[in-house]
């Protein structure tokens, strides 16, 4: 397979502080489900962030040969629940309809009907047509991250980022937003996401990243979910690594 996603030397110092990522390089195919893994404290929000442009980095991240900055409309970027203003007053729905806006030239709407039967659609899939109209401060955590997912499935991207899309949220949210994302590989696009239960590792991901400030190993889940890189990353010894932790 041709990888599409190439992160070569990201390196990464907070103002006054020592080193938080140092020369992390991987590349992923397209059309893939990957995890980024580590303790806490490793560096993952932080690999994201860098790879975005959004923090001050030193490397780069390409997607099919063009930096991130320069196709931005074309990824899509989950953030952690945690940093969504929930007393900002939109609706569900409004929420969604905002991820259409980086598909739009200026000015350009698309037709009523069009715009509504896509939130309609994406309403259906993330399984809240019921809660349209409900502003985002009156939802579980669950439902606000798949909110956070229709609103990026609607702006189509290719490179879909996501920051623990399961930190704090039901089973029933995770099965949902799990399927949805297989459904968009199937699609062709690209996943890579931070994840924190070891135990779906081997089920969820086609690959893996592990970091701990540096790289520790990257690429097929199979041969890279080893415990002794877990136990390189972790410090502990962790058995029984592809039936689960
Ligand atoms: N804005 C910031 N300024 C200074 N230091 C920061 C900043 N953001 C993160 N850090 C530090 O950088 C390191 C990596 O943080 P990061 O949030 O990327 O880790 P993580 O692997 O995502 O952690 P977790 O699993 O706990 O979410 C940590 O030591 C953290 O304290």
Redesign the pocket.
């Known amino acids: 397979m041709i990888n599409i996603l190439t992160v070569q030397g990201i390196n990464v110092t907070?103002q006054n502080?020592k080193r938080?990522l140092s020369d992390v390089s991987f590349s992923l195919p397209a059309g893939t489900i990957t995890g980024i893994i580590?303790p806490?404290?490793?560096?993952?929000?932080?690999l994201l962030n860098a790879m975005l442009s959004m923090i001050p980095h030193g490397g780069y991240a390409k997607f099919n040969g063009t930096s991130l900055a320069e196709i931005a409309k074309k990824i899509g970027y989950v953030q952690q629940t945690s940093q969504v203003d929930r007393h900002f007053p939109i609706t569900v729905a409004e929420t969604i309809s905002l991820g259409i806006v980086p598909r739009l030239k200026l000015f350009q709407r698309l037709g009523r009907n069009k715009h509504q039967e896509e939130i309609d659609w994406t309403l259906a899939q993330i399984e809240m047509t019921e809660f349209a109209n409900r502003q985002i401060g009156q939802l579980s955590g669950g439902q606000l991250q798949r909110v956070m997912i229709g609103r990026c499935m609607i702006q189509h991207p290719e490179l879909i980022l996501l920051d623990e899309p399961f930190a704090g949220i039901d089973a029933h949210s995770e099965a949902t937003i799990m399927r949805i994302l297989n459904d968009l590989k199937a699609d062709g696009k690209t996943i890579l996401m931070?994840h924190h239960d070891l135990a779906k590792v081997p089920t969820y991901f086609d690959n893996i990243i592990i970091i701990k400030e540096k790289l520790i190993a990257a690429g097929p889940t199979k041969e890279t979910f080893t415990a002794q890189n877990m136990n390189q990353a972790y410090g502990l010894p962790i058995v029984n690594m592809q039936g689960g932790v």
């Not at 806490?40 to 932080?46: D, L, P, V």
């Open positions: 907070y502080q938080v580590g806490n404290g490793a560096g993952k929000s932080t931070v």
